[in-house]
């Protein structure tokens, strides 16, 4: 059986990106905010065995090796491109 674990700096970027949605006025609740990265993160765990995989660009090989990842289509105006090393 396959598992999701998410590392410790991807969390710190979540919270990080829920300081941004709100700061920024993306979203006027905080409650609407926490959903949108809730959203993003049972995509991660539903879906990351599911979709199609990507070898990730070198420039991306700082944050590991062999990455590999997938895209997230939030809505018309927001993709997110979910980078993650696949191990056994």
């Known amino acids: 059986m396959k598992r999701v674990v998410l590392s410790h700096e991807f969390v710190d970027e979540l919270e990080e990106l829920f300081d941004i949605l709100v700061e920024r006025g993306f979203f006027s609740y905080d409650e609407f905010a926490l959903q949108y990265i809730d959203d993003i993160e049972q995509f991660i765990n539903s879906s990351i065995h599911a979709y199609p ?27 997110w491109h979910v980078l993650f090393e696949e191990t056994d």
Not at 56 to 74: H, M, N, T, W
């Open 53 to 79: 995989k990507r070898k990730a660009p070198v420039l991306f090989a700082k944050y590991g090796k062999d990455l590999k990842y997938i895209a997230y289509r939030k809505n018309a105006h927001t993709t």
